[in-house]
């Protein structure tokens, strides 16, 4: 028993770990932003080639030729790059440019909407409604998103109108990546799926952001910046994710994943001094509140 209740809070940290990482880096790249003044654009290009050709230098040396083989079926030779273009791509870029036009909390919080879409999508797929359950989630994302968006006032925008397209667009892409490579994951442990999507993602983007048309200042604060972006805002969050998941399961892991927009919401407070209204807050909660309804186990 007390091995047992070991593992499991070794799970709990590994995935409160990753989400933490993942809530930060947003943040990370708001400060190299407003302070350095990166183009977010050039951040996420970077992140997904060098990010992606990282976590594939990891996958060789761990399982040498086997990080190459998810290429001879001829099934992932199409699925893999529709992954990389339609899932990967669109996630990172709608999350960064909606923290251009608002800041890493709100477009974590407006990202996390996206499994709102999934419950709808699949309730259209399975031609059946959904539980009451999940028609109390989609009311609580619809009624926060709400709210951050107008503060309860149908006739102002609390929200520049593209931070709102672009969070809500990015809640659409994190359903897209979450839906598409199911298949994929059936066969392949979701390293190989996430390092081969973020690489070739990375290769489809840099032509038209390519790491050599720098802007900004690049100094030792900004170059650690981007070494936490790459490393631990990528690599080890994804990792740390995917092995505390596998100890302390995926519903228990969607629940503790809650903290990547809370950590996002304390960050942008604490370090980047942003200032949110009460309603923020609520708005906030009202969302969060959507991933644990959804994480429910089922009778």
Known sequence: MEQKTKE????????????????ISGNVGQFLRTTR???????????LLVGGFLLLCYLAAKQKKQAFTIWQNKLFRISLPLFAIFGMLPAQYTYFVAIKHSNAATATVLQYTGPVLIVL???????????KTECLAVVCALFGTFLLATHGNFHTLALSPQALFWGILSAFALAFYTIQPKKMLEHWDSTFVIGWGMFLAGIVLTPFYPLSHFTGTMDTTAIIAMLFILSFGTIFAFCCYLAGVAIVGATKGS???????????????????ESFTYIDFIGFAFIIATIGMLSLPKK
């Open 8 to 23: 499991n809070l070794k799970g709990f940290l590994l995935v409160a770990f990753g989400a933490c990482c993942w809530g």
């Open 37 to 47: 003044g990166f183009s977010m654009e050039w951040i996420v290009s970077c992140r």
């Open 121 to 131: 999508y699949m309730a259209l797929r399975q031609k059946k409604l959904p539980t």
């Open 255 to 273: 629940l503790i994943a809650c903290l990547e927009p809370l950590s996002a919401t304390v960050v942008s407070i604490v370090w980047l001094k």
